[in-house]
């Protein structure tokens, strides 16, 4: 095709045109005085750039997103900001290169990425997580419905391992309803704990929610301390978009006793020797 109907077909004037077709990103050849553009080398060319679109046509990097990602493709897989991936790529974990000065992330390196580790979910999998927690019950769950410790329940675990059936999802060890019941049904030291019965929930990320006992003992460093430039604390939303996690990950590991809050005003914040100790057993 000669260098107007490109043009034409790409929605591009006379000007641009040319230049497109001097830069070398397909094959043209001259013939009794005009440019030609091999149709092939054009085609493959637009299956592998994100820049130019057709005017009537399929869109283009057909090719390109075969094996790479945007980096908005990965915002909307995982449900994250770009400054999550941003970050991420800062660290190493994604390998990357540019397509029109736009960055590119391998599929493969994503994968590679994405397998390693369980605290990250895409969209997708954060949904049937959402269905298999629903047939499930966490470990940190079951000592207040006993009304017992935690570390009971952890012996009580691995002293009748043949009643439970533990189920692993999104990294975290949980017993499925059906196993959990049954073991119920078959004993009588335990007895669930009447849910009128137990303390009004104390969420220690909602300051709504915070306990009237902690309000008044709570102790915490001031302001001045937070804003110092060295900076000791994170906020929330800061640690969600580092680890790439919801705010329910980060309150399920606050509940769990793996990372630690405190409270400035309204405010709740992460220390970072905590922060820096979870990302270092979690290798995040």
């Given at each position: 095709m000669t260098v107007p109907e490109m043009g034409q077909l790409l929605g591009l004037g006379k000007t641009d045109s040319y230049w497109l077709a001097h830069q070398g990103k397909f094959e043209c050849f001259q013939l009794k005085g005009r440019y030609f553009i091999k149709k092939q080398s054009f085609e493959q060319w637009y299956a592998n750039q994100i820049k130019y679109k057709k005017v009537n046509g399929p869109p283009p990097g057909s090719e390109l997103n075969e094996h790479s990602y945007s980096v908005s493709d990965l915002t909307k897989l995982l449900g994250v900001t770009g400054y999550a991936i941003y970050t991420r790529i800062k660290n190493g974990d994604l390998e990357t290169f540019l397509v029109d000065g736009w960055i590119r992330i391998t599929k493969e390196s994503f994968d590679k990425w994405y397998s390693s580790q369980s605290t990250h979910r895409t969209v997708d999998d954060k949904e049937r997580?959402?269905?298999a927690e629903q047939a499930s019950i966490s470990l940190t769950d079951v000592a207040p419905l006993l009304g017992s410790h935690r570390d009971n329940i952890y012996s009580l675990l691995q002293n009748h391992t043949e009643h439970f059936k533990i189920k692993v999802i999104a990294g975290r060890k949980r017993i499925t309803l059906d196993s959990f019941e049954k073991w119920y049904q078959s004993q009588k030291k335990y007895k669930k704990v009447v849910v009128s019965e137990?303390?009004?929930?104390?969420?220690?990320?909602?300051?709504?929610?915070m306990c009237e006992h902690e309000q008044e003992t709570k102790t915490t460093?001031?302001?001045?301390?937070?804003?110092?430039?060295?900076k000791k604390y994170y906020t929330v939303d800061e640690v969600?978009?580092?680890l790439l996690l919801s705010k329910?990950?980060?309150y399920d590991n606050v509940l769990s006793g793996h990372m630690k809050v405190i409270q400035i005003g309204r405010r709740y914040l992460v220390p970072k020797d905590s922060f820096d100790e979870w990302r270092m057993q979690n290798n995040t």
């Open positions: 997580d959402s269905q137990l303390a009004p929930p104390c969420d220690p990320l909602e300051p709504e929610f460093p001031t302001e001045d301390a937070v804003h110092a430039e060295d969600r978009e580092m329910r990950d980060v």
